[in-house]
């Protein structure tokens, strides 16, 4: 069964830094290019990161290039989102999910993760 199962979110303040996790069951992470999502309250998920099966291409959405970072451990069968410099603007439940190719097309991912809710408030 292919799962991802996101952790490592929480409350911070403005300026500061969290890593999310996400991690894989059932497939290996060189099968497959793993985004991470975000939902904020009344608006639409969209996509924030992306890294390819072949972890050799990183996509960053407009709003997060040069604050977040994208990366992998396949000894872990994990990828990680390093954001710093965070803003309240990127409260939200952040998800990952699984697909062919990286973009930030949500119709082409799959087996996403419950999420891992992020609050960045002083």
């Known amino acids: 069964q292919l799962q991802l199962v996101e952790s490592g979110g929480g409350l911070v303040q403005p300026g500061g830094s969290l890593r999310l996790s996400c991690a894989a069951s059932?497939?290996?992470?060189?099968?497959?290019?793993i985004g991470w999502f975000r939902q904020a309250p009344g608006k639409e998920r969209e996509g924030v990161s992306c890294?390819?099966?072949?972890?050799?291409?990183?996509n960053y959405a407009d709003s997060v290039k040069g604050r977040f970072t994208i990366s992998r451990d396949i000894a872990k069968n994990t990828v990680y989102l390093q954001m710093n410099s965070l803003k309240p603007e990127d409260t939200a439940v952040y998800y990952c999910?699984?697909?062919?190719?990286?973009?930030?097309?949500?119709?082409?991912?799959?087996?996403w993760g419950q999420g891992t809710q992020v609050t960045v408030s002083s």
């Open positions: 999910a699984g697909a062919k190719y990286c973009s930030f097309q949500l119709l082409a991912f799959g087996s």
């Open positions: 059932g497939f290996t992470l060189d099968y497959s290019a």
């Open positions: 890294i390819s099966s072949s972890g050799g291409s990183t």
